[in-house]
């Protein structure tokens, strides 16, 4: 197998759907650790503002709508055991809507080889992997191996 260079990964776009503490949480670490976070999806705009702050240079897009979601390689999904399934769907349909239109727009054009599906990662603690069946061909689950706790 392949080593993977450290640069490589923190280069790739990430959003973020959800803004508690796990996402948070995550998003610092992401930050702290050069990560390039672009996008971060919540139910009020105020919260995924405040996370989206968290990333330098204002390059991050906070928003309340999926669509709005920039292009990213992968998706990290910090929701509620409950939110989850209905909140990948309305992504998926989201992303392969974007699809096809991109598709349309570059008709005529070299066809891009090499470039992966995005990776979808949740971090549901009760939800197994099976929640993105059908959904995504990339994903994994993130199960944390210590608390995250809001006062560190």
Request: some cysteine; proline content about 0%; glycine content about 8%.
């Given at each position: 197998m392949a080593k993977t260079d450290i640069s490589s990964l923190q280069a790739m776009p990430i959003c973020l759907l959800g803004t508690g503490n796990v996402a948070t949480r995550l998003t610092s670490?992401?930050?702290?650790?050069?990560?390039?976070?672009?996008?971060?999806?919540?139910?009020?705009?105020?919260?995924?503002q405040r996370l989206a702050a968290l990333v330098p240079g204002g390059t991050c897009l906070a928003t309340t709508r999926l669509e709005e979601l920039p292009a990213a390689a992968i998706y990290l999904?910090?929701?509620?055991?409950?939110?989850?399934?209905?909140?990948?769907?309305?992504?998926?349909?989201?992303?392969?809507?974007?699809q096809a239109m991109n598709a349309a727009e570059r008709v005529g054009e070299e066809r891009t080889v090499g470039v992966p599906s995005p990776l979808w990662i949740h971090t549901a603690g009760s939800v197994s992997l099976q929640v993105f069946e059908g959904l995504a061909s990339r994903s994994a689950v993130l199960y944390p191996l210590q608390t995250l706790s809001r006062s560190r």
């Open positions: 670490a992401l930050v702290r650790n050069g990560f390039r976070v672009v996008g971060v999806f919540g139910r009020e705009l105020s919260r995924a999904f910090c929701l509620s055991d409950d939110a989850l399934s209905e909140v990948a769907a309305r992504l998926s349909h989201h992303l392969a809507v974007r």
